[in-house]
């Protein structure tokens, strides 16, 4: 693949994500030729559009501009300058890639688990944010969705670190698996990274990094910078 094709996938995975969280919450939500899109509620952290390709085509100028105030707006190839439609840039990030290292499913180890009741995602939930009231973005009908893992590496029966896993699209055979959501304790983001993503070495893995600071913990295990990103938000 080349890092265009990566990236057309990474956001795709993203927008299934967004889909998943958005549709939850009341929104109305569609897939378009080059862009996935959410009307009707908004949802704090998430955007209201991800674009899936770089072109802009009629549609996404005529959707972006039915955008309420606040609304944010995720180009996912950093092509598109919004300033002068209305929007100011928010942040940038690098989208990140781990082909698969091997072919064979492993077990997962026994410090990784992912949460299968509304009891689990609650302790889930506050090792992932102390605001209680972002809490109300990932209820438990999410548990539902058999695309969506909320995951965790517990030790001494306590969470050490966690994150969302996503799956989709397919790309020759195998399901890509984004990672997002990423929590650890201090200074454990190589050892969260490595754990979370240790039952897939088989399946091709995707997430995205908005601190270049972090960036070499990322390649450490394995993953490349295949493009750039940037959000935008509404005036």
Request: aromatic share 10%; glycine share 6%; proline share 7%.
């Amino acid at each position: 693949m080349t890092p265009g094709e990566t990236v057309q996938l990474c956001a795709r995975n993203n927008a299934l994500w967004c889909d998943a969280v958005l549709r939850t919450a009341g929104a109305k939500t569609s897939f378009h030729h080059g862009f996935w899109r959410a009307s009707n509620k908004q949802v704090p952290l998430f955007p209201s559009i991800v674009t899936l390709a770089a072109e802009h085509s009629a549609d996404l100028t005529t959707a972006l501009s039915a955008l309420p105030s606040k609304a944010a707006v995720k180009d996912s190839f950093d092509c598109l300058d919004l300033r002068t439609s209305g929007f100011e840039k928010l942040l940038t990030g690098t989208w990140l890639f781990r082909s698969q290292e091997g072919t064979r499913k492993p077990s997962s180890p026994p410090d990784w688990q992912k949460a299968q009741t509304s009891e689990a995602l609650g302790k889930w939930l506050p090792a992932w944010n102390k605001s209680e009231k972002l809490h109300t973005l990932f209820p438990p009908k999410l548990l539902e969705f058999p695309d969506i893992d909320f995951v965790s590496i517990r030790r001494d029966d306590a969470i050490q670190g966690g994150a969302v896993l996503n799956y989709g699209p397919s790309h020759a055979g195998k399901d890509f698996v984004g990672i997002s959501n990423i929590f650890h304790r201090k200074s454990w983001l190589y050892g969260a990274l490595h754990a979370l993503i240790e039952p897939f070495p088989h399946r091709p893995i995707c997430t995205y990094e908005t601190d270049t600071a972090l960036l070499p913990v990322y390649r450490q295990i394995g993953f490349e910078d295949v493009g750039t990103l940037t959000v935008w938000q509404k005036l």
